[in-house]
């Protein structure tokens, strides 16, 4: 259930009426699975709060920089996709646990690398374990915050750990970065180039 701005109240079939804000803060509480980053980021640019006018055209392809990695990466947009993905490979969490949620805040290293072969090693925190539903069936990934730029914007998004080895875009933009950010015309390749 997400909330939007405007909606007061809903009315259940018993003519009581309960505030959404409630229903969802009491899903919160009952529900630690279920947090707030679950959810498409807020639409505003660099975390600033401010309601952006406007989304901009992006077209099928687009070449995203992510300055930790110092990498451009040609990425896939896929708005069937919940969250974002990043080629990593020889992935190693530091003091390692075997019960997945115990590595959430450890540190992972991995490799990652563009279209063009560039690799470089990255070192980051883990925020999220998910289970990701795909074509294939389902997986466990490990997720990382990551900061990605289009253009004159950049974004701190959500990011998970995937082996795209057989994929040729080694970053695939999900919704997590799309919403309130960018409308995807498919008639187009690219608007800003790959």
């Not at 969802?24 to 660099?46: E, F, K």
């Not at 069937?80 to 590595?103: K, Q, Y």
């Not at 004159?152 to 080694?170: A, G, H, I, P, Q």
């Amino acid at each position: 259930m997400l909330l939007k701005k405007g909606y007061k109240a809903e009315t259940l079939n018993k003519g009581k009426s309960i505030a959404l804000g409630a229903v969802l803060a009491t899903t919160l509480m009952l529900s630690p699975a279920v947090l707030a980053s679950d959810y498409a980021q807020s639409c505003s640019i660099d975390g600033s709060g401010i309601e952006q006018a406007s989304k901009l055209v992006i077209g099928q392809k687009e070449t995203f920089y992510s300055p930790a990695a110092n990498l451009n990466f040609r990425s896939r947009i896929d708005t069937g996709a919940t969250r974002t993905s990043i080629h990593a490979t020889n992935i190693e969490i530091e003091d390692f646990s075997p019960d997945a949620e115990e590595n959430i805040g450890k540190i992972v290293n991995f490799i990652t690398a563009n279209e063009l072969g560039e690799t470089v090693h990255m070192r980051e925190k883990i925020t999220h374990v998910r289970q990701i539903q795909n074509s294939l069936g389902s997986e466990m990934r490990y997720s990382i915050k990551l900061d990605l730029s289009l253009d004159d914007r950049t974004y701190s998004v959500e990011v998970n750990l995937k082996d795209r080895s057989l994929m040729s875009d080694k970053l695939l933009i999900g919704r997590n970065l799309l919403s309130c950010n960018y409308v995807v015309d498919v008639s187009k390749a690219t608007v800003y180039g790959v």
